[in-house]
């Protein structure tokens, strides 16, 4: 399209949150959307193929994780043929959306962002509560401003990408980088646990001029539909956003199979991006595709939070039980691990953190808006977490400080529980169990350096983690011991709650590709730059000045 002028971005700035106080309008709006979308409950939701709803034979079912009796939605299950009429219709979209001058997409984007901090805000926050069992505060920061911060965020750093062009240019010649989308089409595979991040993993390959294939988590189906239905209404084209649910393997497999397959978008468990890269890899090698796929994939975590001699108590206990316990440990970023100095867990460290974890209201998101946890996510998740605390129960090397029932009679719940043991190298400290569970190693005050090697290899992760200490030395000295064991590293901080725009986010090891989503990084991998070089002289010598005899 041609374009007048080189536009940039209005300026962009973090969503402001609502704080869903008590007598509040925000939080009677909010309260009022749950009531509304729960008495449509269960929401009949299609495959959306170039823009087209289509059924399928197979019907899956997402059940409300607080009420497991109530189903939440009920979608239809892509087949074979739907999956590639997805991928051929995307690919028939292609040409009009990547030749859109940027700023056409970008409008869309904060046309959705728009849309989502006015108009759906609470529909959103209340398909994220009811089918993923957020509170009201964790849909807020998830739902209603990381989407909106990714959503937005995301065209100025597009803008700034676009804007970096070769700093040299010899006389007679205009050098100048083009930034293509990829050749073929992007798949994004979403978790369940993040509204946005759903949104985002498909939102950062479009915005870049990509036509993207979605398969959403069958415990978000509900929140990822209506992300879908917004970015329609902020005027996305047919076919550039593929939307199929389905089974991961069969769809997977016959995505990975497709010659213009360009990349995999994919947030989810370490185990299953494995699996996913072998697949690619051996496709690769067999020479199935026509470009190397991009494989950008940010996964799991066994987060730290180390607590010297010197920190703050109050501080690094609330920070604690926060980054533990919030959505109910079911955040790639939360924490699992505690590493406490013996002298701060003795000097009131243990007794705070026991106090307040035992006052933890949980349950119902709305019945009560005190509960501050809620359930977990599905049954597998339950059965899981069970397992763990009989285990632990039977281990003479645990103790259980706080908690360690669960109870499934009406939802998945699990109560907020602290493991302790004297075994540093205890599967509590090394498997990530992604429930309301956190480890606590206690350690000789004198035994800091020690601590640091355990914490940096006791586990193949290194998503995020925290320090707590007053004294700047040792601040300073964690700092660099422990650079490598977080992608995300916080000083007398809780290791959840990233912002978009102030700290990028992802994890190396095991926890994945570290392209840090929420920053210009994670951009650069769904393009394929091209150097122009531009000549306005013309050559007419072939012989060099030193071929002259
Ligand atoms: N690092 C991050 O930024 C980040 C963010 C959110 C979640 N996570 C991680 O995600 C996990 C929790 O999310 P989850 O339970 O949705 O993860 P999951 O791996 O079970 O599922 C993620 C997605 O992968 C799909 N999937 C599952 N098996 C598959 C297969 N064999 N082939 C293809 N696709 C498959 C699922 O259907 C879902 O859409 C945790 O490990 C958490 O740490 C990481
Ligand atoms: N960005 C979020 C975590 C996302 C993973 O689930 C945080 O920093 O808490």
Known sequence: MSQFASFSVPQIKNEVPQSYAPGSAQREGLLKAF??????????????????????????????????????????????????????????????????????????????????????????????MLGQGKNAWQAEIDAAMEI????RFNTKYANELYSQQPPENSPGIWNRMEYRPLEGFVYAITPFNFTAIAGNLVAAPMLMGNVVVMKPSDSAVLSSYVVYQIFREAGLPDGVLQFIPGNPVDVSREVFDHFDFAALHFTGSTAVFRQLWRQIGNNVADGKYRTYPKIVGETGGKNFHLVHSSAHIRNAVVSTIRAAFEYQGQKCSALSRLYVSRSAW?????????????????????????????????????????????????????????????????????????????????????????GPVVSVYVYDDDKLDEVCEVIDTVTPYGLTGSIFAQDRLVVSQLSARLRNAAGNFYINDKCTGAVVGEQPFGGARASGTNDKAGSGMILSRFVSPRAIKDTFDYADTVIYPSNLA
């Open 148 to 151: 909106c911060d990714f959503l």
């Open 346 to 434: 003795e000097n009131g460290f243990r007794d705070e953190l026991v106090r307040e974890t035992k006052a933890l209201k949980v349950g119902h998101p709305t019945s009560d808006m005190a509960n501050f946890v809620g359930p977990v996510i599905h049954r597998a998740s339950f059965d899981k977490l069970k397992g763990v605390l009989s285990r632990a129960e039977a281990d003479s090397e645990v103790e259980i400080l706080v908690g360690g029932k669960a109870d499934d009679s009406v939802g998945f719940f699990v109560e907020p529980t602290i493991l302790v043991s004297a075994n540093p190298k205890h599967d509590i400290f090394v498997t990530e169990y992604f």
């Open 35 to 128: 009531k509304e979308l729960e008495a449509e409950l269960p929401v009949e939701i299609p495959l959306m193929i170039n823009g087209k709803a289509v059924t399928s034979s197979e019907i899956g079912e997402q059940i409300c994780p607080f009420e497991h009796k109530k189903v939440v939605a009920r979608y239809s299950r892509a087949q074979p043929e739907h999956v590639k009429a997805a991928i051929e219709g995307a690919l028939a979209a292609k040409s009009k959306w990547e030749s859109l001058h940027w700023s056409e997409r970008a409008a869309v984007f904060l046309k959705a962002a728009h849309l989502i901090s006015k108009k759906y805000r609470y529909k959103l926050m209340a398909a994220t």
